[in-house]
């Protein structure tokens, strides 16, 4: 079975502050993405990766960067929280050149900006 | 610009009845649509595809319908089960991109 873990379910943080979420995947996948919901708004994707140290901007990148030093790793950094970035934020892996029918979700992270 | 659109956000029905979720969009580069589908605080699972060059697909309970011309799609679950109780998602993709459009969500509830 395929696994996205992500490094925490809930977190609360303060405005300015640097955050970091973390993804995993088990399945040695090149894509990684990761996703915001919102409600009213759907998943929205903020940036993706298809390979190690590759990255591509999605749909809402401001505010965001992201790491990716070892494959099963992709990293999403707020540099600097704002409460528009309370929301749940979702990770998924894939493998490269599939259609989304193989894309995998991790559970979440519910951050909340102070 | 909402390329695909879910315009019912929620959607009742009855333990044993068909549940039809819709879901239209804009961009006609769109080849292939897929439904998701999340319960609370778990992330979304793929439930069904289809592709352009089709317009029906079925597994067990779950068929998706495609009109091209129309540029919609459907979801019906027959019979519907009180466990389909979820929000559900559509999703466009473009061959040879990554980027995966995602629509709304219908909140779907199952009485039982």
């Known amino acids: 079975d395929v696994k996205v873990t992500q490094s925490s379910r809930y977190l609360v943080k303060r405005t300015g502050e640097k955050v970091f979420l973390e993804c995993v995947q088990d399945?040695?996948?090149?894509?990684m993405f990761w996703y915001r919901q919102d409600p009213g708004l759907g998943l929205r994707l903020i940036y993706f990766?298809?390979?190690?140290?590759?990255?591509e901007k999605g749909d809402i990148p401001e505010g965001y960067s992201v790491s990716r030093e070892k494959k099963e790793r992709f990293s999403l950094i707020l540099e600097s929280a704002s409460t528009n970035q309370t929301s749940m934020y979702l990770c998924?892996?894939?493998?490269?050149?599939?259609?989304?029918?193989?894309?995998?979700f991790g559970p979440g992270t519910r951050l909340t900006v102070l | 610009d909402q390329q695909v659109k879910q315009n019912s956000p929620s959607l009742s029905v009855q333990e044993g009845r068909i549940s039809i979720l819709n879901c239209d969009y804009t961009?006609?580069?769109?080849?292939?649509f897929l439904w998701y589908k999340k319960y609370p605080a778990e992330g979304p699972t793929f439930l069904i595809s289809?592709?352009?060059?089709?317009d029906k697909n079925e597994d067990g309970r779950f068929t998706v319908f495609l009109n091209k011309s129309a540029k919609h799609l459907s979801l019906h679950i027959v019979p519907s089960q009180p466990g389909d109780s979820a929000v559900y998602f559509c999703?466009?993709?473009?061959?040879?991109?990554?980027?995966?459009?995602f629509g709304t969500g219908t909140r779907l509830k199952v009485l039982a």
């Open positions: 998924a892996s894939s493998e490269l050149g599939s259609r989304a029918d193989t894309q995998y």
């Open positions: 961009n006609s580069m769109f080849d292939y």
């Open positions: 990766s298809y390979d190690v140290k590759m990255k």
């Open positions: 999703a466009a993709i473009s061959s040879g991109t990554y980027k995966y459009i």
């Open positions: 289809i592709s352009s060059i089709k």
């Open positions: 399945m040695d996948h090149e894509n």
